[in-house]
T-cell receptor, first 115, second 112 residues
């Protein structure tokens, strides 16, 4: 079975400082990994994905994520946080061996960026 | 290009009532999904479909039904509403294994 853990319910960071939102996963095969962001009263929006290749993936709004196979992690990062980055962030994994093509989501991490 | 459209945006039901949450997508995606999101929780998969005429249960299917008569539409039916079904419901679609999900803006359902 596949699973995703986001160990922090909330991350607080000052505007202009770097941010990291953590994600670890467990799959039986090779993972497809995704990050989504959710703003209030909206659906989730795709930020970035790792399928194969370079371990550092760049996505929307200046976000990036690093795939680390040995640590089974896929942490989301941004060099300089903006107040407008405040939102709920979800990590998700899709196991290549998972029939049905279903994603498993983590519980979400609320990012609060303070001016 | 509207993407994934859900209706209604809000609904209040009384216990035992029934309703259908509508979802339509205009991206010609084969895969469609229904999730529920409870406060402070992640998303739980209710039902999914890999193409017209094919549906299957997700993690939390009890109390719900779906149909997929066309590629575009994937309605979710609640037959006998219960307070435990109070949640925000999201419909999503994608084009395959490496494709990201596209989400609708959700339906906020309250059962009292």
């Amino acid at each position: 079975a596949q699973s995703v853990a986001q160990p922090e319910d909330q991350v607080n960071v000052a505007e202009g400082n770097p941010l990291t939102v953590k994600c670890t996963y467990s799959v039986s095969g090779n993972p497809y990994l995704f990050w989504y962001v959710q703003y209030p009263n909206r659906g989730l929006q795709f930020l970035l994905k790792y399928i194969t290749g370079d371990n550092l993936v760049k996505g929307s709004y200046g976000f990036e994520a690093e795939f680390n196979k040995s640590q089974t992690s896929f942490h989301l990062k941004k060099p300089s946080a903006l107040v407008s980055d405040s939102a709920l962030y979800f990590c998700a994994v899709r196991d290549l061996g998972n029939a049905g093509n279903m994603l498993t989501f983590g519980g979400g991490t609320r990012l609060m960026v303070k001016p | 290009n509207a993407g994934v459209t859900q209706t209604p945006k809000f609904r209040i039901l009384k216990i035992g009532q029934s309703m259908t949450l509508q979802c339509t997508q205009d991206m010609n995606h084969n895969y469609m999904y229904w999730y529920r999101q409870d406060p402070g929780m992640g998303l739980k998969l209710i039902y999914y479909s890999v193409g017209a005429g094919i549906t299957d249960k997700g993690e939390v299917p009890n109390g719900y039904n779906v149909s997929r008569s066309t590629t575009e539409d994937f309605p979710l039916r609640l037959e006998l509403a219960a307070p435990s079904q109070t949640s925000v419901y999201f419909c999503a679609s994608d084009g395959g294994h490496v494709s990201p999900l596209h989400f609708g803006n959700g339906t906020r359902l309250t059962v009292t």
